[in-house]
């Protein structure tokens, strides 16, 4: 069950440049989407979501790009700073209350 | 800041004893979740807690596995006879009406 794909396993950034975390999806119906921060040994850390309905939303350093015709998000940080460093996880939701998650990718910021 | 609890951080058991693994959701939610993360793979979604009964599960959550909110702060999950392919962390997360959902730290469970 690969509905939710996270394909780059690792993404590694200077800091102070833009990281941009993609993710892809297969099911038209999801409604919801959001993205979550982990640190090891550390639940999952909500960061930012975005609806179906709109194709941008922005908070602070984060920014969430959806764009449905191509069943693609991506979270944008910028700058990106070293305590960015972490695993992303994207997730999403199909009118029901269970997310349903991707593989993470893990982004390390480098000074 | 208010944050969801999870108690043990690390449970180790025998095959086939039962485990209860306990949660603090934050105080002003209503919907209660929990999810679980084996070691290299994703966070996956076992079950959510409504109004005092299960709202959803999955095809993970059996007749091994049940919910219970037993007071008005606690929400724990039981597994009857853990099995090896129980080991994983396990993630409680609470939300209120909008639909965010918030993660505990999680309780690594190793099943020997």
């Known amino acids: 069950d690969q509905q939710v794909k996270q394909n780059s396993p690792s993404l590694s950034v200077q800091e102070g440049r833009i990281s941009i975390l993609n993710c892809d999806y297969t099911n038209s119906m999801f409604d919801y989407f959001l993205w979550y921060k982990k640190y090891p040994a550390e639940g999952p850390t909500f960061l930012i979501s975005?609806?179906?309905?709109?194709d941008k939303n922005e908070d602070g350093r984060f920014t969430v790009f959806l764009n449905k015709s191509a069943k693609h998000l991506s979270l944008h940080i910028v700058p990106s700073q070293p305590g960015d460093s972490a695993v992303y996880f994207c997730a999403a939701r199909e009118n029901t209350d269970k997310l349903i998650f991707g593989t993470g990718t893990r982004l390390q910021v480098f000074p | 800041e208010p944050e969801v609890t999870q108690t043990p951080s690390h449970q180790v058991t025998q095959m086939g004893q039962e485990v209860i693994l306990r949660c603090v959701p934050i105080?002003?939610?209503?919907?209660f979740y929990w999810y679980r993360q084996i070691l290299g793979q994703k966070v996956e979604f076992l079950v959510s807690f409504y109004n005092n009964e299960i709202s959803e599960k999955s095809e993970i959550f059996d007749d091994q596995f049940s919910v219970e909110r037993p007071d008005g702060s606690n929400f724990t999950l039981k597994i009857r006879s853990t099995k090896l392919e129980d080991s994983a962390m396990y993630f409680c997360a609470s939300r209120p009406r909008t639909t965010e959902q918030f993660f505990g730290p999680g309780t690594r469970l190793t099943v020997l």
């Open positions: 975005i609806s179906s309905i709109k």
């Open positions: 105080s002003n939610h209503l919907y």
